[in-house]
């Protein structure tokens, strides 16, 4: 099912659908339902915050739900103050529409028994709420936490646009962090010969020094710091076996002999045999280096922050 298709298909079970979040949305008795496609798994996921005085009737309920429907359902659960069940997709569209029709209907059910209330997604208080769209994500707040995530936001929002980068001292702790993280993995090299983690033990290091000392970082300087890094890395790889070769020589009698290993490494590197293992190597750690990379540089948010949409039920 592509996103259109689902989107489509929200709709004929009455909800409404946000392109920024890429999820459905309904209101019912307070209640704000929302559910999730997820193309990779080929499920949906519907959520609910709720609270229940009643813990062991409700997961009886959704047990009971999950049994009747367990050709479809994967789970269906009551955790941290969420209610969240998953279906799903079969090849069939009007399986899928009546599975999910189906799952509206016993939701209406639980909302109208009065078994659960609904709650803000942030306090976990049963206050009236809105929905509204944090980043990419659909959120139900109170209107107290609504204005203290507004007021946070200004906040952030200023402190963002008043801290000005320095590029040049930004270069620097990248630098010196990079080196920092090399020289670390040269020293792991010489016990594991065959560790592979080189790249992400040197851009931490240098996205950390970056930020210590370039106050502000954007993606322009991710990526300058990615590039600095897989250079000091290759640099490293390559220090750190002509270093594990002079242990070899030392350990043979030959004494230390830091130029005799350069030679013998260089030599060797015409190999196609001894240098497939390390191309192979510095392949994996590049991949790990970059995806640590992005994954590093969103979580700490150095973009602008996430605005907050008005309410949209």
Not at 2 to 27: D, H, L, P, W
Not at 65 to 73: D, I
Not at 79 to 96: A, E, G
């Amino acid at each position: 099912m592509t996103e259109s298709e689902f989107q489509e298909f929200m709709i004929t079970v009455g909800y409404r659908y946000n392109e920024k979040t890429k999820s459905a949305f309904n209101s019912f008795e307070g209640f704000k339902t929302i559910i999730e496609f997820s193309q990779k798994d080929n499920k949906y996921f519907l959520r609910v915050k709720a609270g229940t005085d009643d813990l062991k009737t409700l997961s009886r309920k959704l047990k009971n739900y999950a049994s009747a429907h367990k050709n479809h359902v994967t789970k269906a659960k009551y955790s941290d103050r969420h209610i969240k069940i998953s279906i799903r997709m079969t090849i069939d569209s009007d399986i899928d529409k009546n599975e999910l029709k189906q799952l509206v209907h016993f939701m209406t059910e639980m909302f109208k028994s009065g078994m659960i209330k609904p709650l803000c997604a942030v306090c976990s208080r049963e206050r009236k709420t809105g929905l509204y769209v944090v980043g990419t994500r659909l959120t139900p707040m109170c209107d107290k936490c609504l204005a203290r995530k507004l007021r946070q936001y200004e906040i952030r929002k200023n402190k963002f646009v008043t801290k000005k980068q320095n590029m040049a001292l930004g270069l620097i702790g990248a630098v010196f962090g990079a080196a920092l993280g090399a020289s670390v993995y040269i020293l792991l090299y010489q016990l594991i010969p065959t560790f592979c983690m080189g790249g992400v033990l040197v851009i931490i290091p240098s996205f950390i020094g970056f930020v210590v000392t370039g106050k502000r970082a954007t993606i322009q300087s991710a990526v300058i710091c990615a590039v600095l890094s897989w250079l000091i890395y290759i640099l490293a790889e390559y220090v750190a076996i002509i270093a594990n070769m002079a242990v070899l020589i030392e350990q043979a009698g030959g004494g230390i002999a830091v130029s005799e290993a350069v030679n013998v490494i260089n030599s060797s590197l015409a190999d196609t045999l001894y240098l497939m293992p390390i191309i192979d190597t510095v392949i994996k750690s590049s991949l790990l280096m970059v995806l640590t990379g992005i994954i590093y540089f969103l979580k700490r948010n150095f973009t602008r922050p996430f605005k907050i949409s008005k309410n949209i039920l």
